[in-house]
């Protein structure tokens, strides 16, 4: 077999530049030699587990942690101020379609869409529409045998509590390309040559689809074996450490859950000796077989969805954001008439440490914390988590697997999240809750919008049998639908990481 | 643990009827009881196979097949005309937009699209753009042990040879919710109510991303024990059969192509003895472990095919049909000036075994013959196929995994679809060809659309090194990832299944 080259390429689509590796067994018997690139890695899986079984890290103690955080939070330099639209700077109101843009056509806009069934319309509102993929990413590198992720102390205007614990990158194709002409983002040459580094994971996924337009973001972890070089607001820590800050109130950010959330790893295989719930929990990773244990195949989960997607009559597309109805605007705000949902606001921001030094931008308000919840139930000893298959407006293919509850703000006159009573009465309730923690979306485009997440546990008194658009996944399927992009949303995904930090 | 019910629902998304088969050993504590739904089903790979190793029928003999094609043949009564497109009845050009829609507003839609990048607009052209989840199924069933396929002999009005062989049912949600009010579609009803049969498979995927807007379709294949009503256009054979037809020019149809690409199997373990092609061919579909011998693992596949998708710097939009650039109506014609891509035209249709007796409809006439080629070669004795991440504008997620070669009318004048010489090379060429057959597209959206579909082995003088937006991968990789919608484009599915007819 002709070895694959360790050359990568980073040549553009339509660049054509030889390979000088090109092995000389396999020269090619034409004259023009292919060029070379190559995806590397392997299955990361036992290397995620050794880390995740670390509660304390190799570089910094979780003390050590501590106090590194505690001094990032001491530090002065931050003003979030509202101001009136027409205070935003290089953001401004298309005379033609009311949408909300940057003069470079870049980064974001605020556009409407409806959404309609059977030709008639059923719901406008305002949307975040965000064509570009952006980046994700998470830097991993081995102290002592050990994975570390570099984690990044990240101040974001929407944020209630200025700064969370991102993933090593968090940036729009816009940022990283340097449209705002500020300092380059920190390590994001990693990524964008992600090729030359060893991938460990690398998936596209969405983002909340009741406020973005088809938004997708690459999920990336990707290894390193070099020195990297330190930052004050970066710090290492082994996934163990990671998973025990979920608890903690808007700690752990949703840029850094979802990716954290695709980094498959090992079950223990036997569970040791625990409660009921920390046995079912263990097999639900079901280390043996992918499949041990679970209620339906992987084919029937497939199946599933699919049926939930051909079920969906939605038909879903932009308008311009002045032909809503029922939203008006007023100097600083753009809301439902019913002030039922988010609003649309601007703010300008004073920051010390960002790619610049100041900047103005609209944000999406909610008014009302939102709910997400997994319910968890034990079926032959095995932990299955009930998902959704819950159409939201702007997801790519419409329908995803959702929590079995999740209540998000905006929504809520569309009559679609109907929860079925025993479900919404399970997640409300006080009983059997095994996680519950606050916590923030992503704060470069929410303000202060913040979801309670939770796991409840819920016996052999609650039905196995549930209404055709909800179904029962282990651990460990979860785990391998998000191998492929656009089976769990974003709440949900949200949700398997809090559940690996139970583990 | 509870026993699922054998009982499945049929229930609209609001409806909650309570189901009667609710085991009382987990009757739920609230007063509310769940419907019951469920997904039945099992890993089929092993049926599929069976009934793929018999090249004769148990309902059917193979000259018994030619003799009930030749009876469908000889049957009189078909005539396509093509007419002006002031002809077409309940087809119309909007006063608005120019898009040439149906007046129900339903079956399918000509509009614009516009392709831009960096925010300059690159090209223009008509789409179909058909909103709707069709089905494309297949009724299986077991005679004497063996999976049969009940094949339909369906005509469709863009056929070159009017009749093609067809899955159990192609139907459009227009069609078989009887928009047009004709007749039933045959064998519909075990499609519209899958779960209360056994599936088989069930997965949405794309179809003509040059001609099609975000089309999407249910491949499904379900297993039923119970007697089926026969009818003189249906008959029942095995996959063995099946995949003997491919050689036949125009005899198995896109839409059984697709469906027929979606049916997983095991390969033989260790090949008979055979030329050093058919045994690497069977060690490609790794029967003991689904990576043996494969040169990426999985993972690197889906991490390859996201770095193409974030290279891809598309913006794709509907736009109104009047405003594309470069295209003329005549009366019956709708063309690119320059005549190099494929046109619009009118139709009449008079047929005597349809849903209904005539009818008039628009169609995508192609001006050339399209090609599909697979590169095969051997690494490490492990038959290996050269797929590309290919952009295409109307697929939902812009990029899928494409033949090694795919030349197709339309997308000409783009400019994005340029071919390593190399791989074009051997495409093109006399040597190493396994498999070579005219194909048709569909016939009812598209006329006289043929495309060559072929298969090229390439030695080890080719390159396993190759650039970074091909890729090579096993048969049964292929197959794995076609557990899963929107990864390979509807002509590498086509080339898939033409693999299954040489193993």
Redesign the interface.
Known sequence: ??A??AAP?S????S?AP?S???SS?????A?????????????AGAFTLSALRPDGGVLSTDAFHRWWRGRLDRPGFEVTRIPFDELEGWAFDPESGNLRHHS?RFFSIEGFELSTD?ASRHCQPIINQ?E?GILGILVKEFDGVLHCLMQAKFEPGNVNTWQLSPTVQATRSNYTRVHKGDDTPYVQYFRE??RHR?L????QSEQGAWFWRK?N?N?VIQVEEDVEPHEDYCWVTLGQVRRMFPVDNLVNMDARTVLSCMPFHGPGEPAAGDAFTEALARSYGAADPSSGA??????????L??A???CEW?SRLIPLRDIARWSRTDDELVDQALQGFSIIAVRVAADNREVKWWTQPLLATRTTGMAVFLARP??GVLHFLVRAQPEPGL??LVEMAPSVHMVSGLDTLGAH?D???VL?RALGGEGVRFDSLMSEEGGRFYHAQTRYKIVEVG??????????YCWVTARQLMDLL???HYLNIEARSLVACVHSLW
């Not at 040549?11 to 339509?14: I, L, Q």
């Not at 994971?201 to 596209?204: F, T």
């Open positions: 077999m002709t694959l080259s390429s040549a553009a689509p339509s054509a390979s590796a090109a092995p396999a020269a090619p018997s034409s023009v030699p292919l060029p070379v690139a190559q995806v590397s890695g392997a299955p990361p056509g030709g064509p993929i992600a090729h991938v994971v690398d998936v596209l997708r690459r990336i209620l339906r195949s992987p084919g029937e989960l497939v199946s599933w699919t049926e997607k051909c079920r038909k079926i032959d790519l293919d109907t079925h009573p025993l009465e052999e008194d609650f039905p196995v049998d549930v209404p055709w658009d191998g492929h992009g």
